[in-house]
């Protein structure tokens, strides 16, 4: 069995470049058109806040739960919620169930479209500069996330420390 | 016409009539102008004659983007805005970054052209196709920050991009900017006042057309040169420099070389540029922004946490804003630089112009030609932090002396007359970016031939200027050529004009791709060799994807530039430097003793760019070589040509 991947955003290290959109747009669709990403940044230029907001691949997805046509369905060996274009009737349920923002809507086919991790080789990733988003198996994505977590509460980690006597 | 890349077509509004018409782009002007100041050089030449005042609703505002822009090419997320200057009376053209270019490209307009003037403030909506005249009567006399929150309000869309115009523009101050995405400055040569002489407070954007190459080629090209931006050497050299500090690393880079400019340019080197380095600006670092689609990443927010300017949050300050409002009028305080800058950015007024107008200030009131009764009461004394903000306050809002000084420098200085002229570091009108030929002598010539005035961004080159750049210049040229421009000694003239040609023709191409200066100097991720494969597989077109046209592309769009401000009757006389670059020796640091031999350098430049050494006007041969025949005829009729 091939080790389920998972795809990460690293909000804080974003910097709103869009780079994903683009090439996400261009790989799915062969247009650059951020309108059409499946992967967007929501931004605060005031404050330079920028997120990243895409499909979490949940386990218990809303959006498969809600479509009323079941059109929706999870891919449990890759890890991948996935859209049946030919049951999907373009409701867009889905895309208003989604607690993370992962579903959009097409402007172009008004169809919901999601990420697919581009079979594989997600392309956001390949081009994040700033290394916001992260293509790697569970089993890392936990350790990363741990890390990450003590880089925001150092006092974990001097909790930790022996206490080495002071050096005379 | 079905190119890659482009739009394909553009957008005239009038804004007099009220009407507004969609034209296919013309066949040849890609393959002639490429994009961005291309087009905007060639439309301006055909709309904009010499008898038209900037100000005045006749004057045409152009706002254009490149065949690169919305794509993922590299560092390719930026506009232009061209028009005759208000400060200048001559070519004037500004470029910015952000996610407006992009947007404008996406909602299908290569260009955008704004003539005529409306009775009441408006702003101009683009929804893809939809094209709208709003009302903008709420929105005057708020600042830049507060329209575009208004503006993306009032639209029901967070994402709208827009380009304003603040309190500055409105009051037709000159040397007013243009701001996109909150803090993108358009900042050169006042285009926010031609915005603000027609009433048009932004030009707000939104689209959905998305950028289709000619060729699947083209995505493979962008990787190869997003490997080159982000891995190995100059993945290294960009973190330990712009992209880990922004332009701010450059006060330590200038300060090596003795070229920090420093009490209105009297010397290249500040006792306090420590207090204003990257490293000290890092200290108020919030977070990191960058423009659409960009490999380097330089922006910097920034927040003031405690003291006097508590609460102020402004991005950037870049490099030049550091100089302008900061060792140029002897400021070291970085906390009172960055309320400058924020201050500035939402009055929407150059912050270069408006920090060498102060200096000049300081310089003539210690030289006791001019005093506190004739500045209304303030003393402009060198590092005054109250009379900087004083001063940006009384400029931006046109009150008591600021009135004057929102002419801009150049028409103060003939106003007050006093031999205070001699003291304004300026060339054509606009005033000096952070540079100082002396200690670089290539950027002198640059300053003074360049077609907006005194300025970098048109023809800086940076083989000769930074320290570790000589060895690329061998790399890339050759050892013959590298010599012949002499590119290892900053210092020496010889060889400086055809440098400087050949700069100015590559920005022109650069800047009309468009891409950002930076991908192609720091980290050197293009250069002829790589933009022409990138055009030839995004727009399909195989004269794009020519070197040797496209360099003759580079050359013809710089001459039709020079050719425009030759028709205003600006030439030789005005290819000129402040006494201070050529008389002045440089008093201390790596230039020191050094003056600016524009003598020398002049002749070269002129001779490659195909100009009479006299007169300044153009070559017939080389404008009909250019392809520039019937800008030739206009010129010849006027007595303007060179035979």
């Known amino acids: 069995m091939a080790k389920l991947m998972t795809l990460m955003v690293l909000p804080e290290r974003c910097t709103g470049c869009r780079t994903c959109e683009n090439v996400c747009s ?56 996935e859209i049946d274009y030919s049951r999907c009737i373009g409701c867009k349920t889905c895309v208003s169930v989604c607690p993370f923002g992962g579903m959009s809507t097409d402007p172009v086919t008004n169809r919901p479209i999601k990420c697919d991790f581009c079979g594989g080789d997600p392309q956001c990733v390949k081009h994040c500069v700033p290394g916001a988003l992260l293509y790697v198996p569970v089993t890392a994505a936990n350790v990363l996330q741990k890390r990450r977590v003590l880089e925001r509460i150092p006092q974990f980690v001097e909790v930790a420390l022996p206490k080495l006597p002071e050096v005379g | ?24 782009l013309p066949g040849r002007w890609a393959v002639e102008y490429i994009g961005g100041t291309g087009f905007a050089a060639r439309y301006l030449w055909d709309h904009v004659g010499p008898g038209v005042d900037p100000l005045s609703p006749e004057n045409v505002l152009v706002v254009a983007t490149g065949p690169a822009t919305g794509s993922a090419a590299p560092m390719s997320g930026r506009f ?34 704004v003539t005529g003037r409306s009775e009441s403030p408006v702003y101009l909506w683009i929804d893809d196709d939809s094209v709208e005249i709003r009302d903008a009567s709420d929105l005057w006399g708020k600042t830049t920050t507060e329209t575009f929150s208004a503006i993306r309000e009032e639209l029901g869309d967070p994402e709208v991009q827009a380009a304003v115009i603040g309190p500055a523009g409105e009051r037709l101050v000159r040397f007013a900017n243009v701001m996109a995405d909150t803090c993108d400055a358009a900042g050169r ?39 080159k931006a982000t891995r190995g050497e100059w993945s290294r050299i960009a973190d330990e420099t712009i992209r880990g500090y922004g332009t701010p690393y450059l006060i330590d880079v200038m300060t090596q070389i003795g070229r920090l400019p420093t009490k209105n340019h009297y010397t290249g080197l500040f006792d306090r540029a420590e207090d204003i380095n990257a490293t000290a600006l890092e200290r108020y670092r919030i977070s990191k922004k ?37 060792s140029n009028v002897m400021v070291g305080n970085l906390e009172a630089i960055l309320h400058y800058n924020r201050l500035c950015n939402d009055y929407g007024m150059d912050v270069i112009t408006a920090g060498k107008i102060v200096s000049w200030l300081m310089e003539i009131y210690e030289r006791g030609l001019v005093s506190e009764d004739d500045l209304g009461g303030i003393r402009p004394v060198w590092g005054d932090e109250e009379v900087v903000e004083t001063l940006i306050h009384a400029m931006a809002r046109r009150e008591g002396i600021g009135d004057l000084l929102a002419e801009g420098g150049l028409r103060a200085a003939k106003k007050i007359g006093r031999g205070t002229e001699r003291y304004l570091i300026h060339v054509k009108g606009l005033e000096a970016s952070a540079q100082d030929g002396r200690s670089h002598k290539s950027i002198g010539l640059a300053h003074a031939v360049n077609v907006r005035g005194a300025d970098h961004l048109r023809g800086l080159c940076t083989y000769d200027e930074l320290p570790w750049a000589v060895k690329y210049a061998y790399e890339r040229f050759g050892e013959e050529e590298a010599r012949k421009m002499v590119v290892d000694d900053r210092l020496d003239p010889r060889g400086k004009g055809y440098l400087t040609w050949l700069t100015e023709n590559f920005y022109s191409v650069v800047d009309s791709i468009i891409t950002c200066k930076y991908g192609t100097m720091w ?16 727009t399909g077109l195989e004269e794009l994807g020519d070197e040797r046209r496209l360099r003759i592309a580079g050359e013809r769009i710089y001459m039709l530039r020079r050719a425009f401000n030759a028709r205003e009757g ?41 100009l009479d050494l006299e007169t300044g006007w153009p070559k017939r041969e080389k404008l009909i070589q250019l392809g520039l025949g019937d800008v030739a005829e206009e010129l010849a009729g006027m007595g303007r040509l060179a035979e």
Not at chain 1, 73 to 79: L, P, T, V
Not at chain 2, 82 to 92: D, E, R, Y
Not at chain 2, 524 to 536: E, K, N, S, T
Request: proline share 6%; net charge negative; aromatic share 10%.
């Open chain 2, 523 to 538: 980290p050197m991720i293009y250069y002829y060799d790589d933009f022409a494969p990138m055009l030839r597989t995004l």
């Open chain 2, 570 to 610: 600006v030439g030789r006389s005005q290819d000129t430097l402040n006494p201070r670059f050529t008389e002045e020796p440089m008093p201390e640091g790596p230039g020191r003793g050094q003056v600016v031999e524009l003598d020398v350098m002049l002749p070269e430049y002129y001779e490659y760019r195909g």
């Open chain 1, 26 to 81: 261009y790989y799915h669709e062969g247009s650059f058109n951020p309108a059409r990403s499946r992967i967007q940044v929501v931004r605060d230029v005031i404050r330079g806040v920028n997120v990243p907001l895409v499909c979490q691949q949940c386990e218990d997805a809303p959006c498969v739960a809600a479509c009323p046509t079941g059109a929706l369905s999870r891919d449990a060996e890759r890890g991948l919620v």
């Open chain 2, 189 to 227: 040569t006042g285009m926010g006042a031609v915005m603000g002489s027609k009433n048009l407070k932004a030009v707000a954007v939104r689209g959905s057309r998305g950028v289709e190459p000619a060729s699947d080629e083209f995505y493979d090209v962008v990787n190869g040169l997003y490997e």
């Open chain 2, 290 to 326: 960058s423009c659409f689609n960009c490999f380097l990443q330089c922006k910097y927010v920034h927040y003031v946490p405690s003291g006097r300017y508590a609460g102020t949050l402004t991005c950037g300050p870049e490099y030049e804003a550091l100089v302008a409002l900061g």
């Open chain 2, 80 to 113: 232009v805005i061209a028009s005759k200057a208000p400060l200048t009376g001559i070519w004037g053209e500004s470029h910015a970054g952000g996610h407006f270019g992009p947007a404008l490209k996406f909602a299908g307009y290569d260009l955008v052209a």
């Open chain 2, 1 to 24: 016409m079905a190119l890659g890349g482009y739009a394909g077509r553009y957008l005239e509004v009038d804004l007099t009539s009220g009407r507004w018409v969609v034209r296919e």
